[in-house]
């Protein structure tokens, strides 16, 4: 008779060819799965050209999935991070610092794209000629209205998706958790397992981000291209050299000053963010992943992660107001109106309430444009010509700009977490990979 030997139990398995490249896959940390896959997906787009939006349904399954996550983490997060200040006393603290760090930091924002189209010019010389104007159903108030931060009904808000509504509610409900007291303290824990499990859940989404990622880059970079730069080469620059000054030197200055604490694990925490806001062009849908890497690599905790970034991705907006400035140069410069000082000044003011109120959308800062170019007389039908002249472009242009959109709100959370000892340093100095 012969003997089967089976073998023995505890002697690990090996994992079979598909198991193998899981494993060479997951080795890699994804914020490099990411970086990896939108140089492919710039390539191959580029290569494929037209084509390539075949593949856009790949991106747009992406973006609906975390955008899908936005509205029950900002809830949830909200909430259990109110819940967890102790003193609601402190929330007002941390509102108080967290608005005037995004006034501030917008403000420099609309300085910078105000100098860069002064000294630059790029408006000079424009041809509007192949331009097809585009009227924009623009809002006709600037700034934000109070209907637009207090629901008549939470629920129809939580199924609009509307953020501002959405923070009122929870940091209500929150403070209100927090001043029953004892009573409370099972709803409480309830919100504190619910937003561990929607951060998990926009772990999960993140996987699929280095796919996503390569479909949408690809899509642009075969349809509009690197074109961009040759049509409307010096405004293309204008906004890439603002941008990424407004990120890495105003906002890693931001950090270096006031949160006292190094910008490279700063920058090497966010990336994942950076590199979201970047393909998707939308702040609200990068919102999820912003949260994610503040508490798991910057070591932010919950009460300002919870407040700041929702709040952040609402009203903060450095690289829409650097675009919405240097655009109103560019509109004087092209339309042949010598702006004065106190002009530049009210073009400043307004950009800044104008930048508040933009949504935090794809495109988003088109539709505000007119707002600010009234200010110095530039007429709805020269607006249009304005809109059908950049539009083509401005997806691009979009992406480059959402990206300070994002790295304001993490700076400033950062800061504002600092300040109020709602960091936790050593995992902030590891630059942790998730
Ligand atoms: N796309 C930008 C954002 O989502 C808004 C804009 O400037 O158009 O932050």
């Known amino acids: 008779m012969t003997e089967v030997s089976n073998p023995p139990a505890d002697q690990p398995k090996q994992p079979g060819p598909l198991g193998r490249v899981a494993g060479l896959w997951f080795a890699v940390p994804l914020w490099q799965r990411i970086i990896a896959s939108l140089l492919l997906g710039g390539v ?22 975390i955008r899908m996550a936005v509205i029950p983490l900002v809830l949830v997060t909200i ?20 608005l005037l760090l995004y006034l501030f930091t917008t403000t420099i924002a609309v300085v910078v794209g105000l100098s860069l189209g002064a000294f630059a010019q790029p408006g000079l010389g424009a041809d509007f000629s192949a331009a097809t104007p585009q009227v924009l159903n623009t809002t006709e108030s600037v700034g934000l209205k109070i209907t637009d931060v207090v629901p008549a009904n939470v629920f129809k808000a939580l199924a609009d998706g509307a953020l501002l509504p959405t923070i009122f509610f929870a940091l209500l409900l929150g403070s209100a958790i927090l001043a029953t007291g004892e009573k409370a303290r099972p709803l409480a824990s309830l919100f504190e397992a619910a937003s561990e499990v929607m ?16 479909a949408l880059i690809a899509t642009v970079m075969g349809t509009t291209g690197l074109g961009v730069f040759a049509s409307i080469g010096v405004l293309a620059l204008c906004v890439l050299g603002g941008s990424m000054f407004q990120s890495f030197i105003v906002h890693g200055l931001v950090v270096r ?7 490279v694990p700063f920058f090497r925490g966010i990336t994942d963010a950076m590199l979201v806001a970047f393909s998707t062009s939308s702040s609200s849908a990068t919102l999820p992943v ?3 890497v503040a508490e798991e690599n910057l070591g932010i905790k919950p009460a300002v992660v919870s407040t700041a970034l929702p709040l952040g991705t609402t009203v903060s907006m450095d690289g829409t107001a650097l675009y919405i ?12 109106v010598q702006l004065s000082l106190e002009q530049y000044l009210l073009i400043g003011v307004t950009t800044v309430m104008v930048a508040v109120g933009t949504a935090p959308v794809p495109s988003a800062s088109l539709f505000m444009l007119a707002g600010v170019l009234t200010t110095f007389g530039i007429t709805p039908e020269q607006t249009a010509i304005l809109v059908g002249f950049i539009l083509p472009f401005d997806r691009v242009l979009d992406m480059i700009r959402t990206v300070p959109n994002n790295t304001s709100d993490l700076a400033v959370a950062t800061v504002v977490a600092r300040w109020e000892n709602e960091i936790d340093v050593e995992i902030y100095k590891s630059s942790k990979d998730v």
């Open 257 to 263: 000053l006031m949160a006292w604490l190094p910008v």
């Open 325 to 336: 400035g240097l655009l109103a140069t560019f509109a004087a410069q092209a339309f042949g």
């Open 290 to 292: 912003a949260m994610r």
């Open 79 to 98: 909430v259990s991070g109110v819940a967890a200040l102790g003193d609601p006393r402190r929330l007002g603290s941390i509102g108080v610092k967290t």
């Open 44 to 65: 191959v787009g580029y290569l494929w050209g037209p084509g390539a939006a075949s593949i856009k349904w790949i991106g747009d399954l992406f973006v609906l999935l």
């Open 199 to 214: 951060l998990k859940v926009v772990a999960i989404i993140m996987e699929l981000a280095p796919f996503g990622v390569f």
